[in-house]
C-alpha cells in the first residue's frame, strides 16, 4: 500500500489488491505506509499492464454501448412483441375473471 498521503492530500482510495494485502499480512501494511511501496520493476511492469487493460476494456465498452446496433434493434423489436402479448393475456385474464 502506498503512503497515506500523496502530494499532501489523502488517497480517496483502496484497491481491491490492497484490500486483500491487508487481511494476509498486517505487518507488511504497516511498513508501507511508514516507508512506501517498494515494486520490482516486474510489478511496475504488470501495474502498468493491468492499467492499460483495465483502460482498454472501459473505452471498448463504452464504445459499443454508445451506438445501438443489431442488438439493440432487435432487443426492440422483441421488446414490442412481447409487451404486446403480455397485455393481451393481462387483458385476457382481466377478461375471464370478470365474467
Known amino acids: 500500500m502506498a503512503s497515506a498521503k500523496r502530494h499532501g492530500r489523502r488517497r480517496a482510495s483502496v484497491s481491491a489488491s490492497e484490500l486483500a494485502q491487508m487481511g494476509v499480512c498486517e505487518r507488511l501494511v504497516v511498513f508501507e505506509h511508514r516507508y512506501g511501496k517498494r515494486l520490482t520493476v516486474e510489478q511496475q511492469q504488470a501495474i502498468k499492464r493491468g492499467r492499460l487493460a483495465h483502460e482498454h476494456f472501459y473505452r471498448e465498452q463504452h464504445r459499443d454501448s454508445a451506438r445501438p446496433g443489431r ?29
Open 71 to 99: 442488438c439493440f434493434v432487435a432487443f426492440m423489436e422483441f421488446g414490442r412483441w412481447l409487451v404486446l402479448c403480455a397485455a393481451r393475456w393481462f387483458q385476457a385474464r382481466k377478461q375471464r375473471h370478470e365474467a
